[in-house]
């Protein structure tokens, strides 16, 4: 009587692979270092060194230290870094409690064989909150928001480098 459900599910499960099936348009990859249009500078090293470890976890590219010895080849231009007001403070509505910030890039990733683009400028975003107070409501401190937003670019640098390396390394 048991045996039927365990057969009927053990069966649907054989043909699982883990991972994707997708196979890419290229095997071996080399990451120009990311370049900025703003003044961000901090974030370039920051979304190099993820992007790169982004890849080497993945897997299925080999790293490359030039152009000439890869199949493809990965630009970043980094071209904005924002905040806007997600939330204000309970006892002064003028002032903010959180920021949303935002980090942009432009990547082009080029198939070195033809010389033409896999794909051409395309924007690629990260965001972050941001918190200037301590995160009590009854707490007159107003927090550093510089301090802040410093301490967050890590983060969204990295946020940044992984959704780039998803673009990349998803079958389009």
Known sequence: MLLGPVLAF?????????????????SSLYVKGVSTKVLVPQAQATVSSHLRDD????GRVTLVN?????????????????????AVREQDTGLAAKFAVTLSANCTLWDNRSGRPFFENRLIKAQRAVFTDSGDPSSSLVGDQLQSE????????????????????DVW
């Open 66 to 86: 030039s152009a000439e010895s890869a199949d493809a080849t990965l630009e970043v231009v980094i071209v904005d870094y924002h905040h806007e007001i997600a």
């Open 150 to 169: 410093y301490n967050t670019m890590p983060l969204l640098a990295e946020t940044l480098a992984n959704n780039v390396a998803h673009t990349v390394l």
């Open 10 to 26: 053990t069966a649907g499960c054989s043909h699982y692979e883990l991972g994707t099936e997708g196979r890419l348009a290229f």
């Open 55 to 58: 890849f080497e976890k993945d």
